[in-house]
């Protein structure tokens, strides 16, 4: 098995096997929790005056043995950018201040954060050197390539090797169930020759997009070993006990964290 839903203190994660043991890494893929109101888990920043809010990100940073300070939370533009972490941000801009969608680092001590509730969060990991990165991938980000940006970043500003990144997709809306409308089908027709492995079209029920595999996709292309890409498999939409899916639920719905950071 190469993912389990299993406890990281007081949080129900999803593990993923090739993330675990790797030394200094350490990694969590959030669940929405459990029943109860104190297991139940949800980072959506923007509700962080809520008890909830609060207690999932202080349970995240005592996960990881640091203080809710030292988590990084950007402001999640569905943009492709992404930003070379080497230096800390300063402490007013730790939390949801700075507009990016990706974050690459060698710094300790820091949590770099995805939330997401549908999208593809992407976690990297430089195994040789300790380089890690966070990425915020829904249909526009993975379409502008963000995931093989972030690849770059982590060779051009830190000398990683494409062959030393391990690349996790954590759970996200899967081919299953992410029906797209015309806007996304055309645009990833005009941008991708092997649109069609991408988008499955069922007759009578439009076409459904495969995040998990046109992020695949960009990364091949961008020069990592397929072998180094472990998707989670994981739908949000199929899995409400374990997962907040937008479409599912709306806007209203939580958000899971996936988060990274080197110790
Ligand atoms: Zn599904």
């Known amino acids: 098995m190469k993912v389990e839903i299993r406890k990281k203190l007081d949080l129900e994660v999803v593990g993923i096997k090739r993330l675990d043991n790797l030394g200094e890494i350490d990694y969590l893929f959030s669940t929405r929790g459990g029943t109860s109101e104190m297991e139940r888990l949800d980072f ?20 990881f043995g640091v203080d809710v300070a030292d988590i990084f939370v950007s402001n999640q533009v569905h943009g492709s950018e992404v930003l070379s972490l080497i230096e ?3 402490k007013n801009e730790m939390f949801g201040v700075i507009e990016i969608d990706g974050v690459v680092t060698n710094l300790s001590k820091i ?13 990297m990991a430089d195994v040789k050197t300790g380089v890690i990165g966070a990425v915020h991938a829904g249909w526009r980000g993975t379409v502008a390539g963000i995931s093989a940006v972030a690849v770059k970043t982590m060779v051009d500003s830190f000398g990683s090797k494409r062959e030393d990144i391990v690349i996790v997709f954590g759970p996200a809306i899967g081919p299953c169930c992410y029906k797209v409308g015309d806007e996304v089908v055309e645009t990833i027709k005009k941008r991708f020759s092997s649109s069609k492995k991408y988008l499955l079209e069922t007759v009578g029920e439009g076409f459904k997009l495969d995040l998990f595999g046109l992020n695949r996709f960009l990364l091949r292309e961008a020069g ?19 997962f907040y899916s937008y479409r599912r639920e709306g806007a209203q719905t939580g958000r899971m964290m996936s988060a990274i950071m080197l110790r």
Not at 229 to 242: A, D
């Open 44 to 63: 959506d920043r923007k509700g962080f005056n809520d008890g909830e809010v609060k207690r999932s990100y202080i349970a995240a940073a005592n996960s």
């Open 88 to 90: 800390r941000p300063k």
């Open 111 to 123: 949590v770099l954060v995805v939330l997401t509730a549908d999208c593809v969060p992407v976690l």
């Open 224 to 242: 990592v070993p397929d072998g180094n890409i472990v998707s989670s498999g994981l739908c949000t939409h199929c899995n409400p006990e374990l």
